[in-house]
């Protein structure tokens, strides 16, 4: 998790760097449009954007099942032997079966669920903004466009990797409970967001992606906490897989319904309402729910 927000972070900065040593920006097409400006830095960014999947695809290749690298070559008896492996007919059905029983046990834990119901809506409100709004918001402000979109992702990533530092090292630090503690960060948070359609200065973003950061940081690391201390070991990586799913799985809904509202609305509005709704509904997950009950005291016992 850390690796992935200090990519997060170095990315938006390496990008930036390449459309800075190998931008044209003074250059445009031959209509003055400016269209061509920094063609040449982006194309080198995103070769190396493609590069890196490459690198990835190899490094899964080399990837190896644990069962079978402990399995002693040659030898018929045992367990392991006397096991016969696995084919796509029969594997497929065990596969489904693990995930339902994983979803029914987190369905019948009343705070667990409350939580990924509650982390749903946070993503639907926060996800798309970032991912189509933001892009709008740099190219709006003037002179900027690439460059300012790498530094406000750049600002949320640094921000994330610090709040996970600082939970680490401030591991009592909370307002109450975790789910209190929880429910203050993402108010904040919407707090945050909602001016984030009106900035007039690059400064003034990086400060609030900074923020948002730092707060989003800070509770992840609480909550995968909580969640490996909740469920029993058996289901731990089907609750991570779940929990990267709604942040994940929901992004492409949240952005198409982003930008679907962007048609009739304006930037500054959008970010008032995502921010507004996320305020609202912590102030609603406070008064209606169990949210505001959920420890992270080792031994708690599901509900």
């Given at each position: 998790?850390g690796?992935r927000?200090?990519?997060?972070?170095?990315?938006?900065?390496l990008a930036g760097?390449?459309?800075a040593?190998f931008?044209?920006?003074n250059?445009?097409?031959?209509?003055?449009?400016?269209?061509?400006a920094?063609?040449?830095?982006?194309?080198?960014?995103f070769?190396?954007d493609?590069?890196?999947f490459?690198?990835s695809?190899?490094t899964?290749?080399?990837?190896?099942?644990?069962?079978a690298?402990?399995?002693?070559s040659?030898r018929t008896?045992?367990?392991?032997?006397s096991?016969p492996?696995?084919?796509?007919?029969?594997a497929?059905p065990?596969?489904l079966?693990?995930?339902a029983?994983?979803?029914a046990?987190?369905w019948?834990?009343?705070e667990?669920?409350?939580?990924f119901?509650?982390?749903?809506?946070?993503?639907i409100?926060?996800?798309?903004?970032?991912?189509i709004?933001?892009?709008?918001?740099?190219?709006?402000?003037p002179?900027?466009?690439?460059a300012a979109f790498?530094t406000?992702v750049g600002a949320h990533g640094a921000?994330?990797?610090?709040?996970?530092?600082?939970s680490?090292?401030?591991?009592?630090l909370?307002?109450?409970?975790?789910?209190?503690?929880?429910l203050?960060?993402d108010a904040?948070?919407?707090?945050?967001?909602m001016?984030?359609?009106?900035?007039?200065?690059?400064?003034?973003?990086?400060?609030?992606?900074?923020?948002?950061?730092v707060?989003?940081?800070?509770m992840?690391?609480?909550?995968?906490?909580w969640i490996?201390?909740?469920?029993p070991?058996?289901?731990?990586g089907?609750?991570?897989a779940?929990?990267?799913?709604?942040?994940?799985?929901?992004?492409?809904?949240?952005?198409?319904?982003t930008?679907w509202?962007?048609?009739?609305?304006?930037?500054?509005q959008l970010f008032a309402?995502?921010g507004?709704?996320?305020?609202?509904?912590?102030?609603?997950?406070?008064?209606?729910t169990?949210?505001?009950?959920?420890?992270?005291a080792?031994?708690t016992?599901p509900?």
């Amino acid at each position: 998790m850390g690796i992935r927000q200090l990519t997060m972070f170095l990315g938006p900065l390496l990008a930036g760097l390449l459309i800075a040593l190998f931008g044209d920006g003074n250059r445009t097409d031959g209509a003055g449009t400016g269209a061509m400006a920094n063609a040449t830095g982006i194309g080198i960014a995103f070769g190396l954007d493609a590069l890196s999947f490459g690198v990835s695809a190899w490094t899964l290749s080399k990837v190896r099942l644990l069962a079978a690298a402990q399995a002693p070559s040659g030898r018929t008896d045992g367990p392991t032997a006397s096991t016969p492996p696995a084919t796509p007919g029969t594997a497929s059905p065990a596969v489904l079966a693990s995930v339902a029983q994983g979803l029914a046990h987190f369905w019948r834990d009343r705070e667990l669920r409350t939580c990924f119901l509650y982390w749903s809506a946070v993503a639907i409100l926060i996800m798309g903004p970032l991912h189509i709004a933001m892009p709008v918001l740099a190219s709006s402000l003037p002179h900027l466009g690439a460059a300012a979109f790498g530094t406000l992702v750049g600002a949320h990533g640094a921000g994330t990797l610090a709040g996970m530092v600082a939970s680490g090292m401030l591991p009592r630090l909370r307002w109450g409970s975790l789910g209190m503690t929880l429910l203050a960060f993402d108010a904040t948070i919407g707090l945050l967001f909602m001016p984030m359609g009106v900035i007039g200065a690059l400064w003034q973003g990086v400060a609030l992606m900074l923020a948002i950061g730092v707060l989003g940081g800070f509770m992840q690391v609480r909550i995968f906490t909580w969640i490996q201390q909740r469920v029993p070991p058996a289901l731990i990586g089907r609750a991570m897989a779940l929990f990267m799913f709604i942040f994940m799985g929901l992004a492409p809904i949240s952005a198409a319904a982003t930008g679907w509202v962007m048609k009739g609305i304006t930037l500054a509005q959008l970010f008032a309402a995502c921010g507004g709704a996320l305020v609202a509904v912590a102030a609603l997950a406070f008064l209606l729910t169990p949210l505001r009950q959920v420890n992270d005291a080792p031994g708690t016992v599901p509900r």
